[in-house]
């Protein structure tokens, strides 16, 4: 979230323009939340805007904040049978055996509570790089960009919502 205010407006390559503050978070609340869009003059819209805008606030105009965005990692052949047994040890101690997650602390991976499968997360070799750096939460860099890419092609195996089409802005 840090610096995040300074990059708006954005050129965004799905939307084909470029696009605001309000139209990133209104798509984190209808892809990567699978919620439902909030009004851009509502209480909330201006809460989100507001705490962006102030954990922000001692962070040097444009300069990179440090663990900001993903550090991609070389494309690998996955295996999710592997990535299966990862989970078990690595991750199902937080998110689950079957990826639903602890509310309000630990998000679902996969079902009906997850992300839906229009989220940036819905992607083998994003996830693998967000999982490669930052997760398990509590031992973050133990694993190696393979066992990554084997961990995210088993939770992308698995089922989760539509992105319901409806919500769509752009
Ligand atoms: C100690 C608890 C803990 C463990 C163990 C853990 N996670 Fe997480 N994970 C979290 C928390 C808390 C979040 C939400 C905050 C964040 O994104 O940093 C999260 C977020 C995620 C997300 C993003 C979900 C979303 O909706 O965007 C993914 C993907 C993920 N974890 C994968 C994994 C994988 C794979 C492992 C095992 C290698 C793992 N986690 C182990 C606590 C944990």
Request: aromatic share 10%.
């Amino acid at each position: 979230m840090v610096g995040v205010p300074e990059a708006f407006p954005m050129f965004n390559r799905r939307a084909g323009r470029i696009i605001s503050l309000k139209d990133r978070i209104e798509e984190c609340f209808v892809r990567s939340e699978n919620g439902k869009p909030i009004s851009y003059d509502g209480p909330e819209m201006q809460a989100v805007v507001d705490y962006i805008t102030w954990v922000s606030k001692p962070q040097p105009r444009e300069e990179p904040f440090v663990g900001r965005g993903l550090v991609h990692l070389p494309s690998l052949q996955p295996d999710p049978k592997h990535g299966a047994q990862i989970y078990a040890t690595q991750c199902a101690g937080c998110h689950g055996q079957q990826g639903e997650g602890r509310s309000p602390l630990f998000p679902p991976l996969w079902g009906e509570y997850s992300f839906n499968d229009g989220a940036g997360m819905n992607d083998i070799t994003k996830m693998a790089a967000f999982v490669q750096h930052n997760m398990p939460q509590n031992r973050m860099g133990i694993l190696s960009p393979q066992e990554a890419f084997d961990i995210s092609a088993y939770i992308h195996s698995q089922p989760r919502p539509a992105f319901n089409h409806a919500f769509e802005r752009f």
